[in-house]
T-cell receptor, first 113, second 115 residues
Framework: KAGVTQTPRYLIKTRGQQVTLSCSPI?????VSWYQQTPGQGLQFLFE???????NKGNFPGRFSGRQFSNSRSEMNVSTLELGDSALYLC????????????FGPGTRLTVL | DAKTTQPNSMESNEEEPVHLPCNHS???????IHWYRQLPSQGPEYVIH???SNVNNRMASLAIAEDRKSSTLILHRATLRDAAVYYC????????????????FGKGTHLIIQP
């Protein structure tokens, strides 16, 4: 079974631009969560989607948004990029919202110049 | 999610057992204890989880104290490939949001394996 895939793997943007990251969960998984990882703050939860609806959101500004499609694939968008948005963005999928282990993708490394 | 405390780093020799401790003195009765690890340049990877009883799987064993205020992840025979940051996380599936409010990662323990 294929794992969680994320595209692109690397991205360079400049301040003020926006970016869209994509995540394809493991086949059959309906829950997709997004995390941001930085050296200073570590791994932080962004939001979780299930059945095309955002179910939970971490403590991030409204510039961070996402969506989930009917095939469970998910995208996250960051608008008006800031230098501090440079990070590894990780996507994780799980079978459903009742507690299950999360399977993480390799991440997208975003650099904001 | 309740807070966990782990040593910043630990060092062990290859092919020896490794015991990674985690303190969670404020654990609630419905909190599950989860362990994830993150190898260099990879996303986190699930290792094991448990509630009250000790648990074993192909990767590791989880020993849970009787009062559940601490637990230990045991790697029975460490290899160089086990060098990673290990995270101990508490999750309550009965909490608001159904426990799906994301994993709360602390700093974890950086495990160094010497050949």
């Amino acid at each position: 079974k294929a794992g969680v895939t994320q595209t692109p793997r690397y991205l360079i943007k400049t301040r003020g631009q926006q970016v869209t990251l994509s995540c394809s969960p493991i086949s059959g998984h309906r829950s997709v969560s997004w995390y941001q990882q930085t050296p200073g703050q570590g791994l932080q939860f962004l939001f979780e989607y299930f059945s095309e609806t955002q179910r939970n959101k971490g403590n991030f500004p409204g510039r961070f948004s996402g969506r989930q499609f009917s095939n469970s694939r998910s995208e996250m968008n960051v608008s008006t990029l800031e230098l501090g948005d440079s990070a590894l963005y990780l996507c994780a999928s799980s079978l459903d919202r009742v507690y299950n282990e999360q399977f993480f993708g390799p991440g997208t490394r975003l650099t904001v110049l | 999610d309740a807070k966990t405390t782990q040593p910043n780093s630990m060092e062990s020799n290859e092919e020896e057992p490794v015991h990674l401790p985690c303190n969670h003195s404020t654990i609630s009765g419905t909190d599950y204890i989860h362990w994830y690890r993150q190898l260099p340049s990879q996303g986190p990877e699930y290792v094991i989880h448990g509630l009250t009883s000790n648990v074993n799987n192909r990767m590791a064993s989880l020993a849970i104290a009787e009062d559940r205020k601490s637990s230990t992840l045991i790697l029975h025979r460490a290899t160089l490939r086990d060098a990673a940051v290990y995270y101990c996380i508490l999750r309550d599936p009965l909490s608001e949001g159904g426990g799906a409010d994301g994993l709360t990662f602390g700093k974890g323990t950086h495990l160094i394996i010497q050949p």
